[in-house]
């Protein structure tokens, strides 16, 4: 097992499926749709080999129709990850995406076959450009009608266009239609109004193939020199980058939970997400879509040479070399091709990212130019001979751009580059249409001046205010992506450590300190927050990744003298320790963007009032906690429906007899569920806890945890227990509906 990949095993698992093609889809076409195998799968039907597909982040389709038959019918499908290092993160194994079944009519759309586009966009008029991929699998040519309506929010019919076609016997034929409308409702990060386009095909008067496509119309720029912009408004990418999995489900992970951390970081001022390094769930970039978040869609973290996956903690002992780069040569076309062909449609994507860090120093791509690093933090090893050339990154670079032109021309094509230093003299670096740096914010005025075409943004950066200032007060840097918006399993330091705790928002999708300091740089609702530390003897945080430490405890030894770290947006902020003043403080006197007070301790309530001109704007509280006394529980919504996909979430917090969070609890937390649900698992956010995620246990970490439920598809009343010895316990209800 691997630090790299979370300690977490792989392996080889095969799936059996049987199935009974319903009479009504005689004669008609079979597919089956995978939305992601992780990974070298493969598919068998009756006994037949469909496909192999080595990667496990693509969305695949294989047709079945040759060899399916009246009377039960068998898909089997094997899965090979015993090579279970062969990722710089957790990955999951084995079927983790939806599986779709699809009868299609012998004449009908082909496989992510409608593609809109909004090639003229103004505040008067849009126009909506649709093209139609049609297959003819029948036995002679076939005549159909292809009529595109187009539909607004409120459900009124705002255009449509229609053209007759011919399609030969056994061929592909692509429509190409136009839609004016005027007035459009642009979409936005503040607004994203989404239409539906409707594609219906024809034959006679017979409808033989629908489908429905969210289209947001927007307009956007990157700019050299003025940065990105959106429907002709200036803005800032404030972007996160995330990885696929949600601690206790793996990778396997329901939209309502990525909807509720996505509502978190938009709450926070956030309003870019970076898919690093693979795509995604297809559900997160439809989240996307509708809540307004702009997307870095990224392909690759290797092309042809190995990277270092850490086995016993990050930079500990020796790396292993599997990974990607074995199939990359063979499959990167296809890879590629199929990412932009299944996410295209979403206007949330503003870029397509063909690699992340392929140039990172001697890992594995190295240069003679590395000896005359400036930088002796990323560059102190120097030139090593030994390993492969950086050379051959521009060529490999130029061959990804073309594949993503020959599907999409609409966006620009990117690459997070680690060191720009050796992709300027390779010219790796010119290849992209816009160039995302990887920490590198002491290169953006030197490379501005040199390269002045150059589009410039963070594509990766580090949680300091300085990383920011470096956006901010630069209008040719079009943003940045904090690494990382979520902790995620893997990349992991010695065991028993996990994941990386480089997030905003931890595993259980609980709010950090430190995205309350990023809330105060990045949102326009007023906000504050506080949160103590010992007083610091030096000149602050060390890490790229923290601020001052600011926890949410008011628990010390009684007078002792503690540092109040306040985060906030307002212009002053005023202390109060049981209700007397402890002194308003202005932030514009805190370069750090850090307002604090030193206070001796005692107990009580601590407040911060966040105020303008005197007058308060919001405001936060600390109260101090008692022993543990009691569980407490709070279910994220009313009811749950039988779908499956459903999900219960349940904050438990320990409290003492006074209902204050006890952030220090660590007691163990017993689930006891009866009714139609069953426990899907249980997150705390410790990085460094070991109970197995099929436990019906788990520690509180700061004193809370998540407890995850879904429904067994009936309909009833379920009754979850919680107990934990010592305390007193506690229960919840709530109903199951269709």
Known sequence: MASATAYLPGGIGWYRKEFTVPASEKGRNAYIYFGGVYDNSEVYINGHLLGKRPN????????????????????????????????????????????????????????????????????????VNVKVSLENQDKSPAKVRVENVLIDPSGIKVSSSESEVEIPMGDRLITDQNLELKKPELWSVDNPTLYSLETTVFEGDKIIDKQVTPVGIRTFRFDPDKGFSLNGKSMKLKGVCIHGDAGSFGVAVPAEIWKSRLIKLKEMGCNAIRMSHNPHLPALYDLCDEMGFLVMDEAFDEWTGAKNIWMKGWNVGKPGKDGYHEYFRKWHDADLRDMILRDRNHPSIIMWSIGNEIDYPNDPFTHPILDKGTNPQIYGRGYNPNLPSSDTLAVIARELKKVVKQYDTTRPVTAALAAALISNVTGYADVPDIAGYNYQEYRYAEDHK????????????????????????????????????????????????????????????????????????????????????????????????????????????????????????????????????????????????????????????????????????????????????????????????????????????????????????TNDVTCEVSGPARLAGMESGNPRSVVSYRANHCEVYQGRLKVYLQPTGQQGQVTLKLNSPGLEGCQVNFDVNK
């Not at 990850?81 to 004449?107: C, E, F, M, P």
């Not at 405001?619 to 999900?647: F, H, N, W």
């Open 56 to 127: 496990g982040f693509v969305s695949f389709q294989y047709e079945l129709t040759p060899w399916i038959h009246p009377g039960n019918n068998v898909i089997a499908v094997r899965v090979n990850h015993s090579q279970y290092a062969d990722s710089r993160w957790y990955t999951g194994s084995g079927i983790y995406r939806n599986i779709s079944l699809i009868y299609t009519n012998k004449v009908h759309i082909g496989k992510w076959g409608v593609y809109a586009t909004t090639p003229d966009v103004t505040n008067d008029k849009a126009t």
């Open 450 to 665: 040199k390269y002045p075409n150059r589009v410039i943004y963070g594509s990766e950066n580090g949680m300091s205010l300085k990383a920011w200032q470096a956006v901010e007060d630069n209008d040719y840097i079009s943003g940045q992506f904090l690494w990382t918006g979520i902790d995620y399993l893997g990349e992991a330091g010695r065991w028993p450590d996990r994941s990386n705790t480089a997030g905003l928002l931890d595993l259980g999708g609980f709010r950090k300190p430190e995205y309350y300091f990023r809330q105060s740089l990045w949102s326009d609702k007023p906000m504050v927050y506080i949160g103590t530390s010992e007083i610091p003897q030096g000149h602050g945080p060390k890490s790229i990744w923290a601020h001052q430490k600011a926890d949410p405890v008011w628990n010390w030894p009684a007078g002792k003298k503690v540092r109040v770290n306040c985060f906030t947006n307002c212009p002053e902020a005023e202390l109060l320790l049981n209700g007397k003043s402890l002194g308003e403080k202005k932030l514009s006197s805190f370069p750090g963007r850090v307002i604090y007070w030193d206070v001796p301790y005692h107990p009580g309530n601590l407040q911060v009032i966040g105020q303008r001109g005197g007058k308060e704007l919001c405001r936060y509280t600390l109260r101090t906690s008692g022993e543990s006394a009691q569980l407490e529980a709070i279910t994220g919504k009313g009811s749950m429906t039988t779908a499956l996909s459903d999900v219960m979430p349940v904050v438990v917090k320990v409290v003492d007899k006074e209902d204050v969070p006890v952030y220090g609890a």
